[in-house]
C-alpha cells in the first residue's frame, strides 16, 4: 500500500514515475480495483519471475522454522524427515527470501529503464528484502544514479525472526552482508518508524547520519468513511471487535485467545470477535475457533469492503509484538476513527505512537492478565467509550498518505538536485 499511494500521488508532485514490479507475482490476495487509483502518466514495466505459488511458500516456510502442526494432526516419519532435505535446500538457494529468483530479469529490466528512461532516481522498496541486491548491481553500472532504499519493515532485528523463511546463522549472515553492501551503495536509507531508523544507523557507524531519514506509515482517507457517530446500541448488549489484516507471526494471538478465555461467561458471551484476512497458520484458525461462537472468521476481502466494516463494528483490534514496525492497520484504524483495542509491547513504536494519538485502550501483550482487563474494561465501559473516546485528529491528519507523498515527493527531489550537482 505504501508504494501504490506513492504511485498515486508523486506524479501531482512534479515527479515522472516509472514502476517496475513483477507480473505474476503471489499474495495472500489481489485487489485489481487499486490499479484505478493509479494515474494514467504512470508507466508501468511487468517483468516475469518464477516467484512460487503463495501456498506453496507458506508451507515451505512451515517445514523449514519448524512451525508446529495443526492440533490433533501427528507427522509420519517420513514426513517428519523431509524437513531436513527441504532446510539444507532452501536456505542455500532462497536466501535472502523466496522472491530472490525475480533477481536476474529485475536487474536487466532496471538496467533497461534507467538507461532508456533518463532515470534520475531509483526507489527500491522492501521487503521482499531480495530487492536490496539490486542495489549494488545499479551501483557498479551507475555510479552517479541516485539510489534510495525504503525498508517498510526493519530487517535483521525483527523482520529476519518474525518473517523470515530461513532463520539460520549462515541466513542471517546473507542478511546482515546484504544491507551492509546496499547501505554502503545507497544515496539515501529510508525507514517509516524512528525506532526502525536508529535501529538501522546503528548498525552502520561509518555511513554518515544524513543518509538515514524518516517517512512514516499513513492511512488514504480518500478510502475511508469516518461516521459522524457511534452505531447505536445493540439490543443484545453484544461488542462487535473486529480485526482487519493478516494474522502472522508479528500479530500472533496466543495470549490474547488465552485472556479471551479465561474472561467470565456472561462477560466473554458479549464480544463478537470479527477476523477479516489471511490467517497465516493453520494453529492460530484453530485456536481462534476454540473460543466458540464469539469468533467470526471472514477471510480476505478487497480493501474497499475490508474497512468499510469498520463502520459497524464497536471497536477495531490490534495485535503487535514487534518493536519497532507499525503494521498498516494501526494507521488506516486511526484514520478511520475507531477506537482500538490494542494488545501491544509496550516498549514498541506502535505503543509510543498509540499514546500520542490518543486512539484507544491497550494491554501488555505478553500479559494475558493485562489483556483480560482490556476486555473487561471494555464490557464495563459500554458505550460510554463514545465519551470517553477523543483521538488527537489533528495530529492523525499528518498520517494520510497524500500528505506523507508530499513530504516523500520534497525528499526526492532534494536528493536528484544534489546528485546532479554532484
Known sequence: MRAASLARYLPAEGIRLDVLTARNASAVGVDFTLLKEIPAEVTIHRSVTLDLPFWIKKRIKRLISGAKPPAGR????????????????????????PQVTWLPVLTRAARRIVREREIDLVLITVPPFSSVLLVEKLRKE???????????????????????????????????????????????????????RREIRARHPQESDSKFLLIPNGFDATRLSRPESFPAPRPDGRIVVTHIGTVYAANEPTTLIEAVQSLPPEIKSRFILRFIGHIEEPRFRESLLGLGDIVEIKGYLPQHEALATMDETDYVLLMNHDPLNIQGKFYDYAG?????????????????????????????????????????????????????????????????????????????????GKQRER
Open 74 to 97: 501427528s507427522t509420519s516419519s517420513k514426513t517428519a524427515d523431509k524437513p531436513n532435505i527441504f532446510k539444507r535446500f532452501f536456505e542455500s538457494r532462497l536466501l535472502p527470501d
Open 336 to 416: 478511520g476513527g475507531k477506537p482500538i483495542l490494542g494488545a501491544l509491547n509496550v516498549n514498541g513504536e506502535t505503543r509510543r505512537l498509540f499514546d500520542e494519538l490518543r486512539v484507544g485502550w491497550w494491554a501488555d501483550i505478553e500479559d494475558v492478565d493485562s489483556i483480560r482487563r482490556l476486555f473487561v474494561d471494555a464490557a464495563a465501559r459500554g458505550t460510554s467509550h463514545q465519551r470517553e473516546f477523543q483521538p488527537d485528529r489533528e495530529k492523525i491528519a499528518q498520517y494520510e498518505r497524500k500528505v506523507l507523498a508530499q513530504r516523500y515527493a520534497a525528499l526526492l527531489h532534494s536528493i536528484a
Open 142 to 196: 551507475f555510479p552517479h544514479l541516485a539510489i534510495v532504499v525504503d525498508f517498510r519493515d526493519e530487517w535483521l532485528l525483527t523482520g529476519f525472526d518474525l518473517t523470515g523463511l530461513s532463520r539460520s546463522e549462515h541466513a542471517r549472515e546473507f542478511a546482515r552482508k546484504a544491507e551492509e553492501r546496499a547501505v554502503a551503495s545507497a544515496t539515501a536509507v529510508v525507514a517509516v518508524t524512528e525506532g526502525a
